[in-house]
C-alpha cells in the first residue's frame, strides 16, 4: 500500500500545473471562507463586548431588548423587587446611553456612557491609569483606552471635557477585553451621574445586574422575573440573543452565509474541474497500473491520497493567507472587526473536505470504468 501511495503522490506532484491549479482553487476557497467567517465572529464579538466586559450573571431587561445598545428603560421598582427576590445575592442597577463630547477642535462625537452602581461599582474597568474611587469625585470619568480613544484627542488623567453641555473629567484611563461595535468611544462614570448627562425618558433603569447565590436558583429568579413583566437572562443567553438578532434580523448574517457558499462553489467548481482534467490526462497510467494487477480499490486510495494530500495543503495555505492579511489590516485599522475562532476553522475544514470528496468522487468513478485493454488498443 504505501508504494501505491508513493506512486500516487508523484503522479500528483510530477504534473505542476495541474497540481499548483489544485490548490490554488482550495486555498482561495478557504481564504474566503474563512475571511467570512471571521469578520462575523469579530463584529459579533464586538456587539457583545459590553456583556463580556461587565461580566455579570444575569441581565434583567425588557423583553423587547435584542442588544445592549437598544436598551429600554424600567421603573427603579424592578431593581427593588429583583434584590428581594429569593436566591439573589445581590442586584444593583446599570445604564447604558449614548451623548456628545464637545472637542478643543470645535467639533463634537458621539460617545457611548455606562453608569455603574454608586454603591458597589460592579462592573467597573480595569484602570491602566487613575484610581476608580475618583470616579465618585465631581464630574468623575474614566475613558476607556481601546481603538476608539483616538477620537476623544486621547485625554490624559485630569483632562477636562464638555459632554451634553455639563462638565467632564477624566480621572482614569480603562483597558477592556474587547471594544464596541459601532465605533463610539465608551466613558464609565456612576449610575447616578450617567443619568443626569443623559436626556432619558420617565424611567432611567437600563437594566438590572444580579448575582444568584447558586446556580439551581436561577431558574426561579428567571420566573419570578416573568411574573414582573420583564426577561432575567444570564450573560450567555444574552450572548447569545445578540448573536440571533445580528444573524438575522439585521441582513449582516445572511450576506455572509451567501459570501461564504459562493466561496464554496468556487472551490468547488475549480477544484473538481482541475481534478478531473488531471484524472483524464493521468487514466493511461491509471489503467497501466490496473492491468498489472492493481485492485480497484487500490486505486481508490490513491485518487483519495491525491484529493486529501491537495486538500490539506490547500487549507493550510488558505488559513495562513487569511490569517496573515487579518494580522495586516489590524496593524493599518486597529478596530477592523474581523477574528479567527476555532469554529471558523472547523467550519472551513469540513467544506474543504466536502470539496475534494466530491472532486475525487467523480474522478473515482472515471477511473474504476476504465478496462486494461483501452490502455493498450492504440
Known amino acids: 500500500m504505501l508504494g501505491i501511495l508513493r506512486i500516487a503522490f508523484k503522479l500528483l506532484i510530477n504534473d505542476r500545473g495541474r497540481f499548483v491549479t489544485l490548490l490554488t482553487g482550495i486555498t482561495f476557497a478557504v481564504f474566503l471562507m474563512v475571511q467570512m467567517t471571521s469578520m462575523f465572529a469579530g463584529i459579533l464579538r464586538k456587539a457583545a463586548a459590553t456583556v463580556t466586559n461587565t461580566g455579570a450573571p444575569i441581565w434583567v431587561m425588557d423583553?423587547?431588548?435584542?442588544?445592549?445598545?437598544?436598551?429600554?428603560?424600567?421603573?427603579?421598582?424592578?431593581?427593588?423587587?429583583?434584590?428581594?427576590?429569593?436566591?439573589?445575592?445581590?442586584?444593583?442597577?446599570?445604564?447604558?446611553?449614548?451623548?456628545l463630547v464637545h472637542l478643543h477642535d470645535g467639533t463634537y462625537q458621539p460617545v457611548m456612557i455606562l453608569g455603574l452602581d454608586d454603591t458597589t461599582l460592579f462592573g467597573r474597568p480595569r484602570l491602566a491609569k487613575g484610581r476608580i474611587e475618583d470616579l465618585y469625585a465631581e464630574y468623575g470619568y474614566a475613558v476607556v483606552e481601546d481603538e476608539e480613544y483616538g477620537k476623544l484627542e486621547r485625554p490624559d488623567v485630569g483632562t477636562d471635557f464638555e459632554l451634553n453641555d455639563e462638565r467632564g473629567h477624566v480621572v482614569g484611563l480603562a483597558k477592556l477585553p474587547a471594544s464596541g461595535l459601532f465605533g463610539l468611544p465608551t466613558l464609565y462614570t456612576t449610575y447616578s451621574r450617567a443619568i443626569q448627562a443623559v436626556p432619558s425618558m420617565r424611567f432611567t433603569l437600563s437594566f438590572v445586574l444580579a448575582r444568584a447565590c447558586s446556580p439551581a436558583d436561577v431558574p426561579s429568579i428567571k420566573k419570578a422575573v416573568a411574573g414582573l413583566g420583564y426577561v432575567a437572562r444570564t450573560q450567555e443567553e444574552f450572548i447569545a440573543t445578540i448573536t440571533r438578532f445580528y444573524t438575522w434580523h439585521t441582513g449582516l448574517g445572511t450576506n455572509i452565509l451567501i459570501m461564504t457558499a459562493i466561496s464554496f462553489l468556487v472551490g468547488l467548481s475549480i477544484s473538481g474541474q482541475a481534478f478531473y482534467s488531471f484524472t483524464l490526462e493521468n487514466l493511461e497510467k491509471f489503467g497501466a497500473l490496473k492491468a498489472i494487477g492493481t485492485k480497484g480499490r487500490e486505486l481508490v486510495y490513491m485518487i483519495l491520497a491525491q484529493a486529501g494530500l491537495t486538500a490539506l495543503v490547500g487549507y493550510g495555505l488558505g488559513v495562513g493567507l487569511c490569517a496573515g492579511l487579518i494580522a495586516l489590516a489590524k496593524l493599518r485599522v486597529p478596530d477592523y472587526a474581523s477574528v479567527v475562532t476555532y469554529g471558523n476553522l472547523a467550519l472551513a475544514f469540513g467544506m474543504v473536505v466536502v470539496i475534494s470528496g466530491l472532486a475525487s468522487v467523480v474522478a473515482v468513478r472515471r477511473v474504476l470504468r476504465i478496462e486494461p485493454f483501452d490502455v493498450f488498443r492504440g
Do not use: Q
Open 63 to 99: 423583553p423587547a431588548v435584542n442588544n445592549v445598545a437598544s436598551s429600554i428603560p424600567m421603573p427603579d421598582y424592578v431593581r427593588d423587587v429583583v434584590s428581594s427576590l429569593p436566591g439573589v445575592e445581590f442586584a444593583v442597577p446599570f445604564f447604558s446611553g449614548a451623548g
